[in-house]
């Protein structure tokens, strides 16, 4: 297993991950690669990673589920109920082929680290699945 650390800039944040997961592949790693991160408030989604598209994911954080509020969590002055629920629903895992050390993605699939309750250090687990 293979452990990355990022360091996130602002409470919402989306870092395209694509090449340091590539660069931390384990070396006994099979075709499947698990990536999880053991955090509650941030996500590993694939997805574009054009500066638009990342800016995106920053808008729709801020605005959902703000809304459906206020959440009971919140209320028990934990203020970051929204962040473990967009955590929860994007998801903290992700399943990813390689071959012979490169990833296999699509031409506009790229990993992407969502922050939601930062700036914090994460870190991402890379693991061969057998």
Known sequence: MSVITIDTRATWDAQDVTDLVAAAIPDDAGNTLLLSTPHTTV???VAP??????RDFIR????WPADLGPFEHWLEDNPNAEAHIQSAAFGTRLLVSQEEGSLVLGTYQRIVLLEFDGPRTR???VRGVT
């Open 43 to 45: 996500a590993l989604v």
């Open 49 to 54: 990673a054009d500066e638009p598209m990342l």
């Open 60 to 63: 729709l954080a801020k605005r």
């Open 123 to 125: 870190t991402i687990d």
